[in-house]
C-alpha cells in the first residue's frame, strides 16, 4: 500500500484503484506515472474533469472501468453513512452501468476496501481490528504487537476524540504521557498531532464524536487542545466495542448514551472516579517505579511497601486488580518499555541501558529478549 508523500484524498485513490487493478487486472499489477497524472488530473479537477476525454483508454478499457469504479467507492463512501452505503451499494453500482462481474467482485472486496479506506484516511490505523463510521460518530479499536514508532494522528476538523489506553504506553508530540487507565479527549484545535508508542504491546479505543451530533444534542462545548483523565467509568460503557459486536440498533443506542456521557466529562472540570483509591494508588506505583527505575525489582517492591503503608498481600492485590499482573512482573514490563524507549531516542550502550534498568547486561539480554521476542541489538536495528 503507497503510504508517503500524498494527501489522503491522493492516498486513498491511488490506493483503491491499485487494489482494483491487482484484483481485476493482474495480482502484480505495478500502476504506471501515466496512470498516475489521469489521477491526479481528476483529484485537481474533478468538478469539470471528463472521464471519457481520457485518449489514453478507449470506452470499453478495463482501466477506465477500474477508474468509475474507484471514484464511485470514494464519493459514495464519504457521502453516506456506514449503514446506508452496506444498504444500498448493489443496487446504486448497477444504477451506474457497472457488469454484473465487476459488481461482484465490489461484493466480495467490500472489507478490505473499508480498510484500505480507512489506512489511506487515518495512517496510524495499520492494525485496526474493529471500526465503525456514520455521520455522528466513528470509532476504532487498534492494537499492536512488537511495533514502536513515531507516526501523525489525523483526526477531523469539527470533532472531538477521546482515546482510551487500554494496554501499553504512547507519547506524545507535546510531551503527553499516557499509559494504561488514562484517556486522552483531543479538541477541535488538535486536529494533527505525532506521537510515539513506547511499549512492545498497546492497545487503545478512539471515539470520534463529529459536530452534527454536538449540535442536535444542543451542548455546548468550550474550546480546548486536550484534556487528560484517568479512565474511570465503567468498562461495561465500552464492552460492545471490545467485544467487535456489529452495530444493532440497541448497541447504536449504547453509542449514542457513551457519547453523550464523554461530552458531560469535558463540561465538568472535574470527573468522579468510580475507584478513585485505586487510581490514586496507581499514580503512586508508577510515580515511585519511574523514580527508581534503575534499582532492582525487589527494592522497587520495598519502597512500594512504604509508600503505600500496605501489607505484600495487599499489595498483590492492587496489582492485580490495576495492572492485572503481579508487581514483579508489571515492574520488568515497565523497565523494558523504557530501555525500548532508551533504546530508539538515545546513543546509549546496551551497558548503559542495562544499568538504567537496574539489571546486569547479561540479565537485561534475558529478560528483554523474553519481553520482546528479540535481542536489544535486533530491536533496534529493526525500528531505527
Same mark, same amino acid.
Given at each position: 500500500?503507497?503510504?508517503?508523500?500524498?494527501?489522503?484524498?491522493?492516498?486513498?485513490?491511488?490506493?483503491?484503484?491499485?487494489?482494483?487493478?491487482?484484483?481485476?487486472?493482474?495480482?502484480?499489477?505495478? %500502476?504506471?506515472? +501515466?496512470? &498516475? !497524472? $489521469?489521477?491526479?488530473?481528476?483529484?485537481? =479537477? /474533478? #468538478?469539470?474533469?471528463?472521464?471519457?476525454?481520457?485518449?489514453?483508454?478507449?470506452?470499453?478499457?478495463?482501466?477506465?472501468?477500474?477508474?468509475?469504479?474507484?471514484?464511485?467507492?470514494?464519493?459514495?463512501?464519504?457521502?453516506?453513512?456506514?449503514?446506508?452505503?452496506?444498504?444500498?451499494?448493489?443496487?446504486?453500482?448497477?444504477?451506474?452501468?457497472?457488469?454484473?462481474?465487476?459488481?461482484? %467482485?465490489?461484493? +466480495?472486496? &467490500? !472489507? $478490505?476496501?473499508?480498510?484500505?479506506?480507512? =489506512? /489511506? #484516511?487515518?495512517?496510524?490505523?495499520?492494525?485496526?481490528?474493529?471500526?465503525?463510521?456514520?455521520?455522528?460518530?466513528?470509532?476504532?479499536?487498534?492494537?499492536?504487537?512488537?511495533?514502536?514508532?513515531?507516526?501523525?494522528?489525523?483526526?477531523?476538523?469539527?470533532?472531538?476524540?477521546?482515546?482510551?489506553?487500554?494496554?501499553?504506553?504512547?507519547?506524545?508530540?507535546?510531551?503527553?504521557?499516557?499509559?494504561?487507565?488514562?484517556?486522552?479527549?483531543?479538541?477541535?484545535?488538535?486536529?494533527?498531532?505525532?506521537?510515539?508508542?513506547?511499549?512492545?504491546?498497546?492497545?487503545?479505543?478512539?471515539?470520534?464524536?463529529?459536530?452534527?451530533?454536538?449540535?442536535?444534542?444542543?451542548?455546548?462545548?468550550?474550546?480546548?487542545?486536550?484534556?487528560?483523565?484517568?479512565?474511570?467509568?465503567?468498562?461495561?460503557?465500552?464492552?460492545?466495542?471490545?467485544?467487535?459486536?456489529?452495530?444493532?440498533?440497541?448497541?447504536?443506542?449504547?453509542?449514542?448514551?457513551?457519547?453523550?456521557?464523554?461530552?458531560?466529562?469535558?463540561?465538568?472540570?472535574?470527573?468522579?472516579?468510580?475507584?478513585?483509591?485505586?487510581?490514586?494508588?496507581?499514580?503512586?506505583?508508577?510515580?515511585?517505579?519511574?523514580?527508581?527505575?534503575?534499582?532492582?525489582?525487589?527494592?522497587?517492591?520495598?519502597?512500594?511497601?512504604?509508600?503505600?503503608?500496605?501489607?505484600?498481600?495487599?499489595?498483590?492485590?492492587?496489582?492485580?486488580?490495576?495492572?492485572?499482573?503481579?508487581?514483579?512482573?508489571?515492574?520488568?514490563?515497565?523497565?523494558?518499555?523504557?530501555?525500548?524507549?532508551?533504546?530508539?531516542?538515545?546513543?546509549?550502550?546496551?551497558?548503559?541501558?542495562?544499568?538504567?534498568?537496574?539489571?546486569?547486561?547479561?540479565?537485561?539480554?534475558?529478560?528483554?529478549?523474553?519481553?520482546?521476542?528479540?535481542?536489544?541489538?535486533?530491536?533496534?536495528?529493526?525500528?531505527?
Amino acid at each position: 500500500m503507497i503510504t508517503n508523500n500524498y494527501n489522503t484524498e491522493e492516498l486513498s485513490f491511488l490506493n483503491i484503484y491499485i487494489f482494483f487493478c491487482k484484483k481485476i487486472i493482474n495480482r502484480n499489477y505495478s %500502476i504506471t506515472e +501515466e496512470e &498516475i !497524472d $489521469i489521477i491526479f488530473n481528476y483529484l485537481e =479537477n /474533478s #468538478n469539470t474533469f471528463n472521464i471519457d476525454s481520457i485518449q489514453t483508454w478507449d470506452r470499453y478499457s478495463v482501466q477506465k472501468q477500474i477508474f468509475k469504479l474507484t471514484i464511485f467507492f470514494l464519493k459514495t463512501f464519504k457521502n453516506l453513512s456506514f449503514e446506508n452505503f452496506n444498504l444500498n451499494y448493489h443496487s446504486l453500482l448497477k444504477n451506474e452501468g457497472f457488469s454484473s462481474s465487476l459488481i461482484e %467482485i465490489f461484493s +466480495e472486496n &467490500i !472489507d $478490505i476496501l473499508y480498510h484500505i479506506y480507512l =489506512n /489511506s #484516511n487515518y495512517v496510524f490505523l495499520e492494525q485496526t481490528h474493529h471500526f465503525f463510521k456514520d455521520n455522528n460518530f466513528e470509532f476504532y479499536l487498534i492494537t499492536t504487537a512488537n511495533n514502536h514508532f513515531t507516526k501523525s494522528s489525523y483526526f477531523l476538523n469539527d470533532a472531538i476524540s477521546f482515546r482510551f489506553i487500554l494496554n501499553g504506553s504512547i507519547k506524545y508530540k507535546k510531551n503527553i504521557l499516557c499509559s494504561k487507565g488514562d484517556l486522552l479527549i483531543t479538541g477541535k484545535s488538535f486536529c494533527l498531532e505525532e506521537y510515539t508508542i513506547l511499549t512492545p504491546v498497546y492497545s487503545e479505543i478512539i471515539f470520534i464524536i463529529k459536530s452534527g451530533f454536538i449540535a442536535e444534542i444542543g451542548i455546548n462545548i468550550p474550546d480546548f487542545s486536550f484534556k487528560k483523565l484517568p479512565f474511570s467509568f465503567n468498562k461495561k460503557k465500552i464492552d460492545f466495542i471490545l467485544k467487535k459486536e456489529p452495530i444493532t440498533i440497541k448497541n447504536y443506542l449504547k453509542i449514542k448514551l457513551l457519547a453523550a456521557y464523554l461530552l458531560n466529562l469535558i463540561i465538568n472540570s472535574s470527573v468522579k472516579s468510580l475507584e478513585k483509591d485505586n487510581t490514586t494508588f496507581k499514580n503512586t506505583i508508577l510515580n515511585t517505579i519511574s523514580k527508581n527505575i534503575q534499582l532492582s525489582n525487589q527494592e522497587i517492591i520495598t519502597l512500594l511497601l512504604e509508600k503505600l503503608e500496605v501489607s505484600s498481600s495487599k499489595l498483590y492485590k492492587l496489582f492485580k486488580i490495576i495492572f492485572e499482573t503481579t508487581p514483579s512482573k508489571t515492574i520488568q514490563n515497565l523497565k523494558i518499555d523504557y530501555a525500548c524507549f532508551l533504546l530508539l531516542s538515545t546513543k546509549k550502550t546496551i551497558e548503559e541501558i542495562s544499568y538504567l534498568v537496574g539489571y546486569h547486561e547479561s540479565i537485561f539480554y534475558k529478560k528483554f529478549n523474553q519481553t520482546i521476542g528479540m535481542t536489544p541489538l535486533n530491536f533496534k536495528k529493526q525500528y531505527l
